[in-house]
């Protein structure tokens, strides 16, 4: 089976170089906890597990994997075309590790506001009021993260959101190894608020032939 990882980024991170550019009021929310936060975060404390499944469109090729995340617990279920695993976080063997890779790619896509605090201790970042969003080509705010040169699936990678005056996520570019020109860059689309956690269920890239998309999500 083919496997789609898009930007692997690694939840424990193993080196601590974040910087914010600027001043700012100490007192102030962050860009990144304000961006976190507009998209759900303050609720996330409440959720005790979270279902969802992964789905990838590319031509006439269709790709899906779903995922069940205790997140207090960091217990997991990889459920697939190729069974089933459970696994935890705390204690994982050579096929966990090489499971647990799709889980934080996947993951990762639904939950991109929340990694700007997650990973906070592993980014730097930089923010423009005003920028040309690459799909649209409306002037939004941009917000660029690039990750440390150590630790993590893929260290030194770059992401740039952008979004609006609301801090709601609505495209994105994702530069392997901080790259001056785009790898990937699709939209976020198709938001649906469950308890009070949005997420942006549909991406799709400017050429039209690639679609990725979450379905049966179920949080509790």
């Known amino acids: 089976m083919k496997k789609y990882l898009f930007g692997l980024l690694a939840v424990t991170v193993l080196s601590s170089s974040f910087t914010i550019l600027g001043k700012s009021d100490p007192q102030e929310p962050s860009i990144l906890q304000k961006v976190a936060n507009a998209n759900g975060f303050e609720n996330w404390a409440n959720v005790e597990k979270i279902k969802f499944t992964f789905n990838v469109d590319r031509d006439t090729s269709h790709f ?7 997140p207090k617990t960091n ?6 075309d190729e069974g089933t695993m459970e696994y935890n976080w705390s204690e994982m063997d050579s096929a966990a590790h090489k499971t647990n890779a799709g889980f934080i790619n996947d993951k990762y896509w639904l939950l991109a506001p ?15 009021a005003e ?37 709601i996520v609505q495209e994105w570019v994702f530069r392997k190894g901080n790259a001056p020109t785009p790898s990937m860059m699709t939209t976020f689309e198709d938001y649906e608020d469950i308890n009070g956690i949005k997420l942006a269920k549909i991406h799709k890239m400017p050429e039209g032939n690639f679609k990725l998309y979450f379905t049966d999500i179920e949080m509790n």
């Open 64 to 70: 899906e994997r779903t995922w069940i995340w205790q």
């Open 75 to 80: 217990d997991i279920t990889a459920i697939s």
């Open 114 to 128: 929340y990694q700007l605090v997650w990973d906070s201790d592993n980014i730097t970042h930089e923010h423009s």
């Open 131 to 167: 920028a040309e969003a690459p799909i649209s080509k409306k002037t939004m705010q941009k917000l660029t993260i690039t990750y440390g040169a150590e630790g993590g699936y893929t260290p030194g990678d770059a992401y740039d959101f952008y979004f609006g005056d609301d801090f």
